[in-house]
């Protein structure tokens, strides 16, 4: 998979855990000629200690996912979310964000901004995650990452690929 040899990105902590949680981290990094994470959003996984930790941790040590030291709050917005959009900001690196307020900030901010939902789009399109759409909605509930069904259809109806 050699689609994205041009896209460097910055990763929130939603997309690391979705990913994680659903084995596909590793090949979404794929995806990207670069990824990192800010120590803020490392921070955010660390508290956990879980396997989505465990999963960070070695792609990190495998030099798939590069770790900076940034580490800022901006207003109304965690220290993961905040910490990513510097940092994307800082290296003009797409960001891969879901909470819609810092979509819209990122946006606002002149970064270009994707979410787990594209990631997955583009996984499904490439052969990598095989089960169909409907399956791929349950399984996200399951884990417990709500997206609207109307937002998730339209999002895996479209034909236009997404990046």
């Known amino acids: 998979m050699h689609t994205g040899a041009s896209l460097r990105v910055v990763l ?5 855990i979705v990913l994680a949680k659903l084995s596909l981290l590793e090949k979404a990094l794929e995806l990207f000629s670069e990824a990192e994470v800010p120590r803020g959003v490392l921070e955010e996984v660390e508290r956990k200690r879980d ?14 996912i590069r770790v900076e030291e940034t580490r800022k709050r ?12 510097l940092l994307a900001l800082m290296k003009d690196k797409i960001i891969v964000i879901d909470d819609r307020r810092a979509r819209r900030l990122a946006r606002e901010l002149g970064l270009k901004v994707i ?4 990631i997955l789009k583009k996984l499904h399109r490439e052969g990598v995650l095989i089960e169909a759409p409907t399956t791929i909605y349950r399984r996200l509930i399951e884990i417990g990452f709500y997206v609207d069904k109307r937002l998730f259809d ?10």
């Open 12 to 16: 929130n902590t939603s997309p690391i």
């Open 51 to 64: 396997e989505v930790y465990q999963e960070l941790s070695r792609l990190i040590s495998e030099r798939k």
């Open 74 to 85: 901006l207003p109304r917005l965690g220290l993961g979310e905040s910490s990513a959009i």
């Open 115 to 118: 979410g787990t939902l594209s």
């Open 154 to 163: 339209r999002i895996f109806k479209e034909d236009k690929a997404e990046y």
